[in-house]
Structure formats: structure tokens, C-alpha cells
């Protein structure tokens, strides 16, 4: 049951906006400059999905995706209230991701995605993700072709 009712529901859902989760994508831009990780760039409109970060040097696309939004195996639960409505709006979030994904691909664009939940106290996913990017931007810079 929900602890608002319908119309303060609405409300508090319609000031909720689609885009800048901006906590997580601060707490991702904190790791990369903790491990000295540059040549990263936020936001590209011009790229199919506007990666939160892309490396144009590597040709890597970086999603941190909303556990909730994007339906996270995990951590995703339907609300009760308005679940065909949820349930729909969710699922062509994640096919919205989907075409993302083989865009940039077929424009030569790696992409990784993250859910929320990995950028959480130094998951050992976070720290495997942020050490693989070290290693590709270093591998790049002493590539003689990079």
C-alpha cells in the first residue's frame, strides 16, 4: 500500500525527471579522477543514448543505469500501484537500451553499462570496472597508434 495518496502520488512521480541522476554519475566521475583516469568526457549528445561517459580515445561508452529505471535483476520491483502502466513504461526503457547499445556498436563504440547498485561503497564491480578503464586509457596512451 502507499503511504501517499493518489493525487500526492502523481505529484511527487511528475517532479521526478528522466535524466541527470547526477549522485551517481558524480560518484563515478570521483573514481576516475581518484585513480587519475582523464581523456573522459560527460554527456555527448551526439552519440546515440548520450553516454553519461565517454572515452573517444578507447571508442568506450559508459552507462550507470538506474536500478528502477532500467530494471535491475537485482534490485528492480514493481510498484504495486498502476503495475500494467509500470510495467510497460519500464520494459521500453530497456529496449530503448538495447537499440543504444547496438547503435554504438555499429559505430565502432564498445559500451559498458552499470547499475546504481555497483557505485555503492566500492563494490567490487565498481573497482573492477574503474581498473579496467585504467588499463585501457594507460594501454592507449603507450599504444603508438593512440
Known sequence: MD????????????????????STERRMAALLRAKRISGWQMHREDLPGTP?????????ALFIDG????QCPRCS?????NAV???EKLSKNVRRDR??????????IRVWRLWEHDL??????CETVVSRIASLVLSAKRSPCG
Open 3 to 22: 503511504v501517499f495518496s493518489k493525487d500526492k502520488r502523481s505529484e511527487v512521480m511528475a517532479k521526478i525527471r528522466g535524466r541527470g541522476n547526477r
Open 67 to 70: 536500478c528502477f529505471w532500467h
Open 85 to 87: 502502466f509500470w510495467a
Open 99 to 108: 537499440r543504444t547499445r547496438r547503435a554504438l556498436n555499429r559505430a565502432g
Open 120 to 125: 555503492e561503497r566500492n563494490t567490487p564491480r
Open 52 to 60: 553519461d561517459f565517454y572515452f573517444p580515445n578507447l571508442h568506450l
Open 77 to 81: 520491483k514493481l510498484p504495486a500501484q
